[in-house]
């Protein structure tokens, strides 16, 4: 957090930016807020908000949004990977008239798994969704007030800020640049948040898995007709006993498997509504230093 406020307060010192910073602790266990109360009382311009629990990343900086009140609102992670030297190149495309400066990663700078993981999860999302989500772009942006604040009509309980960014519309334009390293400690992405986020982004652009339960059952019931009728007319007219305990067996568990697997998909999207039907507030903030 510290090497993040020296590179923004450096940038703002050198853009003469009139800034708002909105630093959120989401329900972490460390000293977080604390640091972040110690650092708004040197820094002004520093607001700070303590959620009441985890609540997960993107609800983190869906709540930041909620509480920014400047013109242009950039979202970015405090471990330096995409770094603050960006923006003012970000900002001088909404100068010129957009309302979106998206980042592109070119390259990243981590595991080859997790590259591969992510280069494969955009591309799968994109032929999925029915919403237009730019390949490799992350939640790294700047935005005008008005794009923020249709967002934010949004009241999604498991919000995808990406997807949601790209379905509201408005003029975008995505800026390549090169992902740099962490510069220090671990992600805060387990395998299971980052399980959790692609879920979000498929079941909530996506209705391509429910529908791909009804062409299962239709290739199912094909094969089924078509293996039946194989049978009948082997044991009728061709004289083969009917046997087979094996293939059975499998036939029975196949497509055993394949009904958990519906049943799964329809759980989600059925959880999902579930959520939204029991209207509870999507985060509770515990404390916040210099908002009103």
Not at 44 to 66: D, E, M, S, W
Request: glycine residues 8%; hydrophobic residues 40%; positive net charge.
């Amino acid at each position: 957090m510290q090497n993040l406020l020296e590179a923004i307060d450096e940038q703002k010192k050198l853009s003469n930016w009139n800034l708002e910073l909105i630093l959120i602790d989401d329900g972490s266990r460390d000293n977080s807020y604390k640091k972040i109360v110690e650092l708004a009382a040197i820094y002004p311009y520093i607001k700070g908000i303590k959620l009441a629990r985890n609540f997960g990343h993107q609800i983190a900086v869906k709540t930041g949004l909620a509480h920014s009140t400047g013109d242009y609102v950039a979202i970015i992670d405090d471990d330096l990977q995409d770094p603050p030297s960006l923006l003012p190149g970000f900002f001088e495309h909404l100068d010129k008239g957009y309302d979106v400066a998206y980042g592109v990663r070119k390259k990243r700078k981590e595991s080859l798994i997790k590259r591969v993981s992510y280069n494969s999860f955009y591309r799968i999302l994109k032929q999925l969704s029915d919403t237009d989500i730019p390949l490799d772009s992350g939640d790294f942006c700047v935005m005008t007030k008005q794009v923020v604040d249709n967002m934010l009509k949004l009241q999604e309980k498991n919000p995808f800020l990406r997807g949601i960014r790209a379905w509201v519309g408005f003029k975008q334009i995505g800026v390549e640049y090169e992902r740099h390293a962490r510069l220090a400690g671990e992600s805060g992405y387990t395998l299971k948040k980052l399980l959790k986020i692609a879920m979000d982004g498929i079941f909530s652009f996506s209705s391509v898995p429910i529908r791909v339960i009804t062409i299962l059952g239709v290739l199912g019931l094909s094969f089924a007709l078509v293996y039946s009728a194989i049978t009948v007319y082997g044991y009728f007219f061709s004289g083969i006993p009917v046997k087979g305990f094996a293939t059975l067996s499998i036939l029975i568990s196949f497509f055993s498997s394949l009904i958990l697997i519906c049943l799964g998909i329809i759980g989600e999207y059925i959880v999902r509504i579930y959520d939204e039907v029991r209207n509870r507030p999507y985060t509770v903030i515990d404390q916040t230093i210099n908002i009103q």
